[in-house]
């Protein structure tokens, strides 16, 4: 397998660590977001939407990064990333969505050059965008997982799933802005859980081969 990918990128970060979480080996292939390496013609050949992450597996080619999740653990059952009923898998689902849908586009590096460049909104004021988006969406996700039964010691029970694959990238992108985070502790708990373990620390931006200091 192959996965094109950038270091900062948290979509790239929830493949990484499901990628790691079910013990995965594949080449890791560098796309510079910030150097605009996405839209270069070799790129632009393989990815319709000139984004990252993108799996090659074999002859398949997947886009987006949910949907490499589920094609991983459709493919590599164990661990389970979407274990239990129905109703679990749905429960996990909604809140891997809670934050790839409804807090991660608002706030993606195409959104905030957009609002810098054609909008003309100074550095402070995109970074006050960003930590609002954030901080009201992580509030969103810290009353379901401190009131809905299904939590346990990560997102959905005691063992890693869909959701903390989404989760953990995003709560390192709220550190590098300085977001408030004071007001979600069951999300900070969640987050130190999944941080201790070794997939989490594996995947982690630090220790991808094109992380800059």
């Known amino acids: 397998m192959q996965l094109y990918n950038y270091f900062r990128s948290s979509a790239s970060f929830r493949v990484r660590i499901a990628l790691a979480l079910k013990g995965l080996a594949y080449d890791y292939l560098p ?23 993108l799996l090659k597996d074999g002859d398949t080619q997947v886009s987006q ?3 490499i999740i589920e094609y991983l653990d459709e493919l590599h059952p164990e661990p389970a990333l979407l274990p239990g009923t129905a109703g679990d898998r749905a ?21 905030l050059r957009y609002l810098v460049r054609d909008l003309g909104l100074s550095e402070d004021a995109k970074n006050g965008w960003y930590r609002h988006w ?6 969103t996700v810290e009353r379901r997982l401190a009131h809905e039964a299904g939590t346990g010691r990560f997102c959905h029970g ?25 007001h979600v502790p069951t999300v900070m708990r969640v987050f130190e859980a999944c941080m201790a373990h070794p997939a989490f620390q594996q995947a982690q ?6 992380a800059e200091s």
Request: proline share 7%; aromatic share 4%; glycine share 2%.
């Open 31 to 53: 796309v510079h977001l910030a150097k605009n390496e996405q839209l270069q013609a070799s790129y632009a050949e393989l990815s319709a939407a000139r984004l990252v992450p």
């Open 65 to 67: 990064s949910l949907a």
């Open 91 to 111: 429960r996990i689902r909604s809140l891997a969505l809670d934050i790839a849908c409804e807090i991660h586009p608002l706030n993606n590096l195409r959104v």
């Open 134 to 139: 954030v901080e009201s969406g992580l509030d």
């Open 158 to 182: 005691d063992t890693p799933t869909f959701a903390d694959c989404v989760l953990v990238p995003q709560i390192f992108n709220a550190q590098r802005f300085n977001c408030r985070l004071d």
């Open 205 to 210: 931006p630090s220790n991808c081969p094109d």
